[in-house]
């Protein structure tokens, strides 16, 4: 900010590059990979802890980074955390993927691989499924990334729907996450009242107009609110570049997907936005990151 002489640095995300492939005891982030999924979101959540166990198996450090934080220029230290992306850190991904910094509002390519190998990106921004894979750096391949080069993220439009550790009312369930994390872990969206509809809509349907529990003031920069365009309250394309738009409701479920599978062509998407109960599936993964507390 230039009319402040002294700023303050904010201590920075570090996004996996690409979505999470490995195991559940050996996770990874690489690319040309098949992409961990099966898994509810509740392991999901317990494997991104774990990738940066101290060496005693207590989570909260990376090893790695321990070893070097008098090197390290980034004010990374042991209590630099690996976690679950949440949707506010979605959002700050997509902003700045649509920014100057990433592709100045062209649209993130999608990966079309039907095996769900990670890096890949098709022929076109919303190519149909094939089992070919466009490597992450050739031609086509840095198209799917978020700065249009090899240095961005990848796997954010298709590969797999991927949870985030987002929550509507703080709803947990026996089979997909027995306890609610610490509340520095996710973002929650407690419902209320209804709020006021938009003019434009017929319907208090709050799974494609969000207004109840998903505001500019809960949950703006979250790439949901803000990005929704308002249309017949049957259609599932209404986010940005034409995105589905099933924000998290108390039929669908309470857990936040994000960047929609390769299956839905044009309406995949950095923005996509869905929800489930937080169980496993073939076509639902994850992405973890590391940050400061």
Same mark, same amino acid.
């Given at each position: 900010d230039e009319d402040n002489p002294n700023p303050t640095e904010l201590n920075g995300l570090w996004i996996a590059k690409f979505e999470t492939t490995g195991t559940a005891a050996n996770?990874?982030?690489?690319?040309?990979? $098949? &992409?961990?999924?099966?898994?509810? !979101?509740? @392991?999901?959540?317990?494997? /991104?802890?774990?990738?940066?166990?101290?060496?005693?198996? @207590?989570?909260?450090?990376? $090893?790695? !980074?321990?070893?070097?934080?008098? %090197?390290?220029? +980034?004010?990374? &230290?042991?209590? $630099?955390?690996?976690?679950?992306?949440?949707?506010?850190?979605?959002?700050?991904? @997509?902003?700045?993927?649509?920014?100057?910094y990433g592709r100045n509002a062209t649209e993130v390519w999608i990966n079309n691989n039907d095996s769900y190998t990670t890096g890949c990106a098709g022929?076109?921004?919303?190519?149909? /499924?094939? /089992? &070919?894979?466009?490597?992450?750096?050739?031609?086509?391949?840095? +198209?799917? /990334?978020?700065?249009?080069?090899?240095?961005? !993220?990848?796997?954010?439009?298709?590969?797999s729907w991927e949870y985030v550790m987002s929550n509507r009312g703080a709803i947990s369930n026996t089979s997909s996450m027995a306890t609610i994390p610490q509340t520095r872990y996710m973002d929650t969206y407690y419902v209320g009242p209804f709020g006021i509809k938009l003019s434009a809509s017929a319907s208090s349907d709050e799974q494609y107009y969000n207004f109840d529990v998903c505001t500019f003031l809960t949950c703006g920069g979250q790439a949901l609110s803000e990005t929704t365009r308002v249309q017949s309250v049957s259609a599932l394309a209404q986010l940005w570049s034409s995105d589905d738009s099933v924000f998290v409701n108390s039929n669908g479920g309470p857990w936040a997907l994000r960047g929609a599978y390769h299956f839905l062509g044009a309406r995949?998407?950095?923005? @996509? %936005?869905?929800?489930?109960?937080?169980?496993? %599936?073939?076509?639902?993964?994850?992405?973890?990151?590391?940050?400061?507390?």
């Open positions: 996770p990874t982030v690489k690319p040309n990979l $098949t &992409t961990l999924v099966n898994q509810v !979101i509740g @392991a999901q959540f317990s494997t /991104s802890i774990n990738m940066s166990q101290n060496p005693d198996g @207590a989570a909260g450090g990376n $090893t790695i !980074i321990a070893q070097n934080a008098g %090197a390290n220029k +980034h004010n990374l &230290t042991n209590q $630099t955390q690996s976690r679950m992306a949440r949707n506010s850190d979605w959002g700050a991904i @997509a902003y700045l993927a649509t920014s100057s022929d076109s921004v919303s190519a149909s /499924s094939v /089992s &070919t894979c466009n490597q992450y750096s050739t031609v086509n391949g840095v +198209h799917a /990334s978020t700065t249009d080069n090899t240095y961005g !993220i990848y796997d954010m439009s298709g590969g995949t998407g950095i923005f @996509a %936005a869905y929800c489930n109960v937080g169980s496993a %599936a073939s076509n639902f993964s994850f992405r973890p990151l590391m940050s400061k507390f």
